[in-house]
């Protein structure tokens, strides 16, 4: 049973670029959770997701960011006009339902806007 | 909102003595206190964690204590090794469930051999 999957591992974009982040949950996980860490600083909340449905997306700022989980496929965390203070470390974390919701994170992905 | 306070920052031991890592926290609703070890470059990883019907959570050379009146929690390690170096975050629940972590900003936590 693969781990939690995040890809690209490192994604660099220019200022105005789209950034597209990929989490594919452990299997049988339908619970997906985004969360994005600054340099040197804890992990902040940003969204969480059940197959199909935002169930929390209160840590997500209002504009440029969007996030879904479809029926099929991975998670996707999309950031339309990245500005240079979007470079973070973005992590994502799967759990089964009734299960610990952050027991498993991803590798994360390393996002460096130029 | 929800707010994690982690202290210290640093802690550097010598290997074989015990480290102690505190946390406080501000929302009396929070009931879910999870440990993170993240080393660098890696993702952080769940070491133990403690629900607040519980007071102590002892799992080989790790423990976690909770006071709820006082609002704090603690990570003890006894016996440190070169490879428990890493930084340690808490976190805690927030009112809208154990989704929803608030972190502690980390400590760093270097064992000298």
């Known amino acids: 049973n693969a781990g939690v999957m995040q890809n690209p591992r490192h994604l660099v974009r220019r200022r105005g670029q789209e950034a597209r982040l990929r989490c594919s949950p452990m299997?049988?996980?339908?619970?997906v959770y985004w969360y994005r860490q600054l340099p040197e600083e804890g992990l902040k909340f940003m969204v969480y997701?059940?197959?199909?449905?935002?169930?929390?997306e209160s840590g997500m700022p209002k504009e440029r960011f969007s996030a879904e989980f479809p029926k099929e496929g991975p998670s996707i965390l999309r950031i339309q006009q990245v500005v240079r203070g979007d470079s973070a470390a973005y992590f994502c974390?799967?759990?089964?339902?009734?299960?610990?919701?952050?027991?498993?994170f991803g590798p994360g992905t390393r996002l460096t806007v130029l | 909102g929800e707010n994690v306070e982690q202290h210290p920052s640093t802690l550097s031991v010598q290997e074989g003595d015990s480290a102690v890592i505190k946390c406080t926290y501000s929302?009396?609703?929070?009931?879910?206190f999870p440990w993170y070890k993240q080393e660098l470059g890696k993702r952080p990883q769940l070491i133990i964690d403690?629900?607040?019907?519980?007071g102590e959570k002892k799992d080989q050379r790790i423990a976690v204590t909770l006071n709820k009146t006082a609002k704090h929690f603690s990570l003890h390690i006894t016996e440190t090794q070169p490879e428990d170096s890493a930084v340690y975050f808490c976190?805690?629940?927030?009112?809208?469930?154990?989704?929803?972590?608030?972190f502690g900003k980390g400590t760093k936590l270097t064992v000298n051999p």
């Open positions: 299997k049988g996980h339908s619970h």
């Open positions: 997701l059940q197959k199909e449905n935002i169930i929390d």
């Open positions: 403690i629900r607040s019907n519980v």
């Open positions: 974390a799967s759990s089964p339902p009734g299960g610990v919701p952050l027991s498993f």
């Open positions: 976190a805690a629940s927030t009112r809208g469930g154990s989704e929803k972590l608030v």
């Open positions: 929302d009396s609703a929070s009931n879910y």
